[in-house]
């Protein structure tokens, strides 16, 4: 079976009206009202005891003491010092695009899609650095993680290390998860990888209707993309893995399949 790259929905975006015909940088005013919500997101997520900041990213503080020793905390906070640095030349626009990819999608799965069923994180920098995982998406329903999320405007770039890494255990060291709706802290192993991608044109139209309530039919619509996405990646992975690492993406396969029919 040969593994397909996920592309961005160039359907919708040309049917928008934008992408190749519209510059789609998104406007400023854009973005405060992104980072409004994201802020009120954090400030949810945190009254139900998850440990993360305005941004919705993961606290590794929170985990000082409890889970980890003040030195391991000071160590990977020097690791992440040292990788910032060494990313930093590469940091230009699309890293720019990738950061309001990442807090777009954060608001739109917590807030607007799948009758907020799914939460998702953002994890720590260390994970993000060291594990390439950008985010975690949990399932409330089953309490399940169900996907290690990296997210993208270039699916090419992601496409590789998905089909070099589909028997690896992608793992992050700041982890969340949900027992008997408690939020547990701590490492997490052997956790379903999936890429998620939109186009710019599509981020950019996502944007300007974000305010819109009830949500604007294309965002609906999107969503119903993102799934499908989902649920096609999963089905991909069961029958690339090996056995160790079926029955997670099964797992995965199996909910984003249910979600899918009640959509």
Known sequence: MRFEVPQPHRRAEQGAGIGHRENPTPRPEDIERLRELLRAEAEALRAKNFPVDDECRIDPEAFRGTVYSDSAIERDHDAVKRMRQEFREDEGKVSEIGHILEDAVTVAFNKLWFDKRLIKVRTAE????????????????????????????????KGLKLKESINGSFSVRYGVSLESGAVNMGSLKDIPYAIITITPGDLTRFLRELSQEPPSPFIENLGRKMLDQLAKEM?????????????????????????????
């Open 126 to 157: 260390y994970d993000d650095y060291v594990n390439g995982i950008d985010e975690l998406i949990i399932d409330t329903k089953t309490s399940q993680i169900i996907a290690a999320v990296d997210t993208t405007i270039i699916p090419e770039s």
């Open 235 to 263: 089905g991909q992975f069961v029958d690339l893995a090996d056995v160790r690492h079926k029955s997670v993406y099964r797992n995965a396969r199996a909910i984003f399949t249910e979600m899918q029919v009640g959509s």
